[in-house]
């Protein structure tokens, strides 16, 4: 998804010269198209993300869009509070990019696991968070959103050739989009994830439960009204996502749930316990940590109490 | 003595009586930066109007002075008199530290350590303009604690922002303590000049050496940093190098002799 990603942002780059991308030393041949393309507008600011998201700040003062690039950890947890107190208190246009959600980076470890990048962003309101869940959507999100005011923070899957069916690449700040159509519970999922979570619904399916499957791509705004009436209809529902089961779209679903007095039984499926020092592929940390389908699946079933 | 019109016993004149009026302190912090503030606002900085595109950037990293600033946004006329007399009341737009929000302030700080970044953006910003405009920012001593002013120190440097000026208010106080003893950032001159840096030390009370060492800065290929020998407190003789004048408040007393300090010194 970051190729496609780098990709929009590249030809959205050849036409609006006000879009500048930094980066925090990393990207590596990801980048390069956009550094060939407008070679005064990238700048390798070093493995410095405070001083990125200052230096965003102050281009932003001006007038540009600045991008700045990172690994989703580095991004968002080590320039906190220059996120706060530039982009955010200052309402500018910076838009922050954070590559790899959950275990992406898999072998890499916990340094490396992206659990709280979410929450941390969700924390300010100001910040505005789009989660693409695959490629199309990424590129299309990106287009709808990169000339917003106030900051924005993309959190961008690392895996390639995601695609999604059913979601047909699209994008709406502020709403869900329905990738699958069920009656009987719904599945709520953001992020590249999704991809498990509609597995799940396949598997549900063979079951006799007939889930619908809901693509949650703009965490903030968050799709209130669309997230109440979908909870609304169902008795049952899980949220997915690669992130901590705490801050992110399982405590969004679960604040509308406590707060509209919604009839629906909530199972949320994320990580609970901070990820130990055993590390492995993507694949085996969802599973180890219960992001993978057959937990979903399982989730759902006890919150239908079956 | 300065002959612009932004006179820095005027200055003093205003954070006395607003700091007393709104029983805050960091009153050692902005008569530190007055003689600087005074002689930014009256010569160096050009600014037809607060809201110009092409306005030269100020950032005060060090915003718990603010006041400071204030008093010369007042004097310069971008700030009513009646705005002024705001500060710290509630509602205000003038609190303890400044906010982009308030026309006249380019950046919002209070947390040391944000301001040198956000003026290397800018200066970047400048480059890629094609703009002349400049951009300074005044950091404390204390605040190049924060590793991140040593991050923005060497993009700028990297990059060769010579738009870009530093100045450093060298009072030698923080929080709790001498710098000194807190955390010893001598030899300062040293640090900034192998990160690249043009040093250019200054007595940060002087209007002509500062005028003097804000042209040079403008002059090299480099971006400078003005380390400015200052005093906290200056100008009022019972808080100069005193610590607590960081933090403290004054009595009905103090504010009396030390408006009779500012008065007989201009």
Redesign the interface.
């Known amino acids: 998804m970051r190729t496609h990603f780098a990709q929009a942002l590249e030809d959205i780059a050849r036409s609006d010269k006000r879009v ?1 991308l930094l980066t925090a030393d990393l990207g590596f041949g990801v980048l390069d198209d956009f550094a060939r393309a407008c070679p ?2 990238f ?1 390798n ?2 493995v ?1 993300e ?2 990125m ?12 869009i ?1 991008f700045m690039y990172s690994i989703a950890t580095f991004a968002t947890l080590r320039p906190y ?2 996120l706060r ?2 982009p955010a ?2 309402r500018f246009p910076a838009r922050l990019v954070g590559i790899g959600g959950g275990f992406e980076y898999g072998i890499n470890g916990p340094t490396h696991a992206a659990l709280e990048d979410l929450g941390a962003m969700r924390l300010q309101p100001a910040m505005q968070i789009v989660v693409p869940a695959d490629e199309a959507q990424a590129a299309n999100a990106l287009r709808a959103t990169y000339d917003l005011p106030g900051p924005v923070y993309y959190r961008i899957s690392k895996r390639e050739g995601l695609h999604l069916p059913g979601l047909d690449g699209r994008f709406r700040l502020g709403r869900i989009e329905t990738i699958l159509a069920g009656d009987d519970a719904l599945i709520a999922s953001i992020g590249a994830i999704t991809d498990e979570a509609l597995a799940a619904a396949e598997l549900l399916r063979e079951e006799g439960i007939r889930a619908t499957v809901a693509v949650v791509s703009s965490l903030n705004p968050a799709p209130v009204a669309d997230l109440v009436d979908l909870l609304a209809r169902f008795p049952a529902a899980v949220t997915v996502e690669a992130h901590y089961a705490s801050g992110g779209l399982g405590s969004l679903v679960a604040e509308l749930i406590a707060e509209g007095g919604i009839d629906c039984r909530l199972q949320r499926c994320g990580v609970f316990a901070a990820p130990d020092a055993v590390s492995g592929g993507e694949a085996h940390m969802n599973q180890r940590h219960g992001i993978d389908r057959e937990n979903i699946a399982r989730l759902l079933r006890k919150a239908l109490c079956r | 003595m300065s002959t612009s019109k932004i006179d820095p016993n005027a200055m003093r004149r205003i954070v006395l009586a607003e700091s007393k009026r709104a029983h805050v302190g960091h009153i050692g912090s902005a008569l530190s930066i007055v003689d600087i503030v005074s002689v930014l606002y009256a010569d160096v900085l050009r600014i037809p109007d607060p809201c110009d595109p092409e306005r030269d950037r100020f950032v005060l990293s060090k915003g718990h002075a603010a006041l400071a600033l204030y008093a010369a946004l007042t004097l310069k006329g971008f700030l009513s008199r009646q705005e002024l007399s705001s500060y710290c009341t509630d509602g205000s737009l003038l609190g303890v530290h400044p906010e982009r929000d308030l026309p006249g302030v380019d950046f919002t700080t209070g947390s040391l350590g944000h301001g040198l970044s956000f003026a290397a953006g800018a200066a970047l910003a400048a480059r890629l303009d094609r703009s002349d405009r400049r951009t300074y920012a005044l950091l404390s001593d204390a605040e190049c604690n924060e590793g991140s002013v040593w991050e923005a120190a060497m993009f700028a440097a990297h990059h060769r922002l010579f738009s870009l000026t530093a100045i450093v208010d060298c009072n030698g106080q923080q929080a709790l303590g001498r710098t000194a003893d807190v955390l010893q950032m001598e030899p300062l001159a040293d640090r900034w000049q192998s990160f690249g840096w043009r040093p250019v030390e200054v007595d940060g009370h002087d209007p002509g050496a500062l005028k003097t060492a804000f042209a040079e800065a403008a002059a090299g290929e480099s971006p400078c940093a003005i380390l400015a020998r200052t005093a906290a407190g200056k100008g009022v003789s019972f808080m100069e190098g005193q610590v607590q004048w960081h933090y403290l408040p004054m009595t009905d007393e103090q504010y009396a002799r030390a408006c009779a300090e500012v008065v007989a010194g201009q």
């Open positions: 500048v005064d507008r700048f600011v070093g410095a405070a001083n998201a200052g230096l965003a700040t102050g281009l932003a003062e001006a007038g540009y600045p509070e220059q107190n530039g208190l200052h």
